[in-house]
Protein backbone atom coordinates (compact mmCIF):
# COMPACT_ATOMS: atom_id res chain seq x y z
CA UNK A 1 0.00 0.00 0.00
CA UNK A 2 1.12 3.63 -0.56
CA UNK A 3 1.62 5.73 1.65
CA UNK A 4 -1.33 8.64 1.54
CA UNK A 5 0.57 12.27 1.44
CA UNK A 6 -0.88 15.87 1.48
CA UNK A 7 1.54 18.35 0.38
CA UNK A 8 2.22 21.93 1.61
CA UNK A 9 3.65 24.36 0.11
CA UNK A 10 2.80 27.80 -1.46
CA UNK A 11 5.02 26.98 -4.88
CA UNK A 12 3.01 25.59 -7.92
CA UNK A 13 6.65 24.60 -9.63
CA UNK A 14 8.04 23.36 -6.77
CA UNK A 15 4.55 21.21 -6.02
CA UNK A 16 5.11 19.95 -9.64
CA UNK A 17 8.71 18.90 -8.64
CA UNK A 18 7.44 16.83 -5.99
CA UNK A 19 5.23 15.05 -7.27
CA UNK A 20 7.28 14.01 -10.49
CA UNK A 21 10.12 13.04 -7.90
CA UNK A 22 8.07 11.00 -5.97
CA UNK A 23 6.18 9.29 -9.05
CA UNK A 24 4.47 6.17 -7.68
CA UNK A 25 6.15 6.17 -4.61
CA UNK A 26 3.26 7.56 -2.70
CA UNK A 27 -0.45 8.07 -3.01
CA UNK A 28 -0.23 12.33 -3.50
CA UNK A 29 -4.17 12.72 -2.16
CA UNK A 30 -4.50 16.36 -1.55
CA UNK A 31 -1.78 19.96 -2.02
CA UNK A 32 -3.12 23.38 -0.65
CA UNK A 33 -0.57 26.54 -0.26
CA UNK A 34 -1.78 28.52 2.73
CA UNK A 35 -2.16 27.54 6.63
CA UNK A 36 -6.12 28.64 6.19
CA UNK A 37 -6.03 26.04 2.86
CA UNK A 38 -3.92 23.53 4.63
CA UNK A 39 -6.00 22.82 8.19
CA UNK A 40 -9.19 21.90 6.87
CA UNK A 41 -7.83 19.42 3.97
CA UNK A 42 -5.64 17.59 5.96
CA UNK A 43 -8.12 17.39 8.59
CA UNK A 44 -10.52 15.68 5.53
CA UNK A 45 -8.23 14.01 3.79
CA UNK A 46 -6.50 12.50 7.19
CA UNK A 47 -3.72 11.35 5.17
CA UNK A 48 -0.90 9.37 6.98
CA UNK A 49 2.12 11.52 5.93
CA UNK A 50 2.00 15.78 5.15
CA UNK A 51 4.96 17.46 3.52
CA UNK A 52 4.96 20.76 4.40
CA UNK A 53 6.99 23.90 3.88
CA UNK A 54 7.86 25.98 6.98
CA UNK A 55 6.97 29.16 5.35
CA UNK A 56 3.80 30.07 3.89
CA UNK A 57 2.09 32.95 3.16
CA UNK A 58 -0.61 33.56 5.65
CA UNK A 59 1.61 31.63 9.13
CA UNK A 60 4.00 29.09 9.48
CA UNK A 61 4.21 25.51 9.22
CA UNK A 62 4.15 24.75 12.66
CA UNK A 63 0.99 26.06 13.39
CA UNK A 64 -1.07 23.51 11.02
CA UNK A 65 0.79 21.08 13.19
CA UNK A 66 -0.81 22.53 16.20
CA UNK A 67 -3.99 22.86 14.63
CA UNK A 68 -3.92 19.65 13.00
CA UNK A 69 -2.74 17.37 15.79
CA UNK A 70 -5.21 17.57 18.18
CA UNK A 71 -7.64 15.91 16.10
CA UNK A 72 -5.96 13.27 13.98
CA UNK A 73 -3.34 12.62 16.12
CA UNK A 74 -2.06 9.71 13.90
CA UNK A 75 -1.40 11.93 11.24
CA UNK A 76 2.74 12.42 10.20
CA UNK A 77 4.49 15.90 9.80
CA UNK A 78 7.64 16.29 7.49
CA UNK A 79 8.89 19.64 7.38
CA UNK A 80 10.71 20.04 3.82
CA UNK A 81 12.00 23.35 3.37
CA UNK A 82 14.49 25.61 1.62
CA UNK A 83 15.36 27.03 5.31
CA UNK A 84 17.91 25.27 7.00
CA UNK A 85 17.28 27.94 10.06
CA UNK A 86 17.61 26.73 13.63
CA UNK A 87 14.31 28.40 14.83
CA UNK A 88 12.45 26.74 11.73
CA UNK A 89 13.59 23.73 12.54
CA UNK A 90 13.05 23.58 16.46
CA UNK A 91 9.50 25.28 15.91
CA UNK A 92 8.25 23.20 13.44
CA UNK A 93 9.66 19.97 15.65
CA UNK A 94 8.55 21.37 18.73
CA UNK A 95 5.08 21.54 17.08
CA UNK A 96 5.03 17.92 16.51
CA UNK A 97 7.01 17.03 13.18
CA UNK A 98 8.48 14.14 13.06
CA UNK A 99 11.30 15.33 10.64
CA UNK A 100 12.81 18.04 8.97
CA UNK A 101 14.40 17.97 5.26
CA UNK A 102 15.60 20.53 3.65
CA UNK A 103 14.93 20.79 -0.59
CA UNK A 104 17.90 19.45 -1.82
CA UNK A 105 16.74 16.35 -0.83
CA UNK A 106 16.71 13.81 -3.80
CA UNK A 107 13.22 12.15 -4.68
CA UNK A 108 14.36 8.69 -3.38
CA UNK A 109 15.71 10.13 -0.34
CA UNK A 110 12.45 12.24 -0.16
CA UNK A 111 10.49 8.77 -0.66
CA UNK A 112 12.35 6.90 1.97
CA UNK A 113 11.82 9.58 4.67
CA UNK A 114 7.67 10.12 4.44
CA UNK A 115 8.66 6.21 4.64
CA UNK A 116 9.95 5.97 7.60
CA UNK A 117 8.35 9.22 9.16
CA UNK A 118 5.01 7.56 8.48
CA UNK A 119 6.25 4.25 10.52
CA UNK A 120 6.93 6.57 13.23
CA UNK A 121 10.78 7.49 12.63
CA UNK A 122 12.75 10.83 13.49
CA UNK A 123 14.28 12.05 9.87
CA UNK A 124 16.66 15.22 9.38
CA UNK A 125 18.82 16.43 7.01
CA UNK A 126 22.56 15.85 7.91
CA UNK A 127 23.54 18.63 10.84
CA UNK A 128 19.68 19.47 11.24
CA UNK A 129 19.51 16.91 13.90
CA UNK A 130 22.31 18.71 15.80
CA UNK A 131 20.29 21.92 16.45
CA UNK A 132 16.88 19.63 17.51
CA UNK A 133 19.42 17.82 20.00
CA UNK A 134 20.83 20.55 21.46
CA UNK A 135 17.95 22.78 21.89
CA UNK A 136 16.39 19.69 23.50
CA UNK A 137 19.59 19.15 25.70
CA UNK A 138 19.52 22.45 27.23
CA UNK A 139 15.61 22.82 27.88
CA UNK A 140 14.82 25.92 26.03
CA UNK A 141 14.34 27.65 22.43
CA UNK A 142 16.71 27.76 20.12
CA UNK A 143 18.16 31.61 20.83
CA UNK A 144 16.33 30.99 23.64
CA UNK A 145 16.14 34.49 25.23
CA UNK A 146 13.44 37.04 26.16
CA UNK A 147 14.09 39.58 23.44
CA UNK A 148 13.40 36.50 20.84
CA UNK A 149 10.40 35.33 22.66
CA UNK A 150 8.76 38.86 22.40
CA UNK A 151 8.97 38.59 18.08
CA UNK A 152 5.85 37.64 16.60
CA UNK A 153 6.29 34.50 13.84
CA UNK A 154 6.14 37.14 11.26
CA UNK A 155 8.51 39.45 12.58
CA UNK A 156 11.00 36.67 12.84
CA UNK A 157 10.08 35.59 9.24
CA UNK A 158 11.15 38.57 8.23
CA UNK A 159 14.22 39.43 10.61
CA UNK A 160 15.63 36.19 8.77
CA UNK A 161 15.03 37.06 5.51
CA UNK A 162 16.79 41.09 6.28
CA UNK A 163 19.56 38.82 7.55
CA UNK A 164 19.99 36.46 4.36
CA UNK A 165 20.37 39.78 2.34
CA UNK A 166 17.11 40.13 1.09
CA UNK A 167 15.99 43.97 0.40
CA UNK A 168 12.37 45.01 1.62
CA UNK A 169 10.65 44.68 -1.67
CA UNK A 170 11.87 41.26 -2.51
CA UNK A 171 10.54 40.16 1.52
CA UNK A 172 6.98 41.84 0.21
CA UNK A 173 7.21 39.26 -2.60
CA UNK A 174 8.29 36.01 -0.86
CA UNK A 175 5.78 37.15 2.12
CA UNK A 176 3.06 38.18 -0.11
CA UNK A 177 2.78 41.92 1.89
CA UNK A 178 2.92 45.10 1.14
CA UNK A 179 6.34 46.98 1.38
CA UNK A 180 5.05 49.26 4.06
CA UNK A 181 4.14 46.46 6.05
CA UNK A 182 7.61 44.95 5.63
CA UNK A 183 9.48 48.18 7.09
CA UNK A 184 6.13 48.20 9.95
CA UNK A 185 7.56 44.92 11.44
CA UNK A 186 11.49 45.76 10.65
CA UNK A 187 10.65 48.87 12.55
CA UNK A 188 8.77 46.87 15.39
CA UNK A 189 11.82 44.24 15.39
CA UNK A 190 14.74 47.22 15.90
CA UNK A 191 12.58 48.78 18.61
CA UNK A 192 12.29 45.47 20.42
CA UNK A 193 15.72 44.12 19.80
CA UNK A 194 16.91 47.59 20.58
CA UNK A 195 19.08 48.07 17.77
CA UNK A 196 19.35 50.63 14.94
CA UNK A 197 20.67 49.04 11.67
CA UNK A 198 20.05 46.73 9.00
CA UNK A 199 23.85 45.55 9.80
CA UNK A 200 22.95 44.94 13.54
CA UNK A 201 20.07 43.00 12.68
CA UNK A 202 21.83 40.22 10.71
CA UNK A 203 24.43 40.32 13.12
CA UNK A 204 22.30 39.65 15.81
CA UNK A 205 20.70 37.39 13.91
CA UNK A 206 23.57 35.08 12.93
CA UNK A 207 24.91 34.89 16.53
CA UNK A 208 21.08 33.48 17.93
CA UNK A 209 21.65 31.05 14.94
CA UNK A 210 18.68 32.01 13.37
CA UNK A 211 20.18 32.03 9.72
Do not use: C, N
Amino acid sequence: MKRRVVLVDDHDLFLAGVRAELGDAVDVVGQAGSVAEAVPLIKELDPEVVLLDVHLPDGSGDAIVLAVAPERPAVKFLALSVSDAAEDVIAVIRAGARGYVTKTISGEELAAAIERVAEGDAVFSPRLAGFVLDAFREGGRVGGDAELDELTPREREVLQLIARGYMYKEIAARLHLSVKTVESHVSSVLRKLQLSTRHELARWATEHRLV
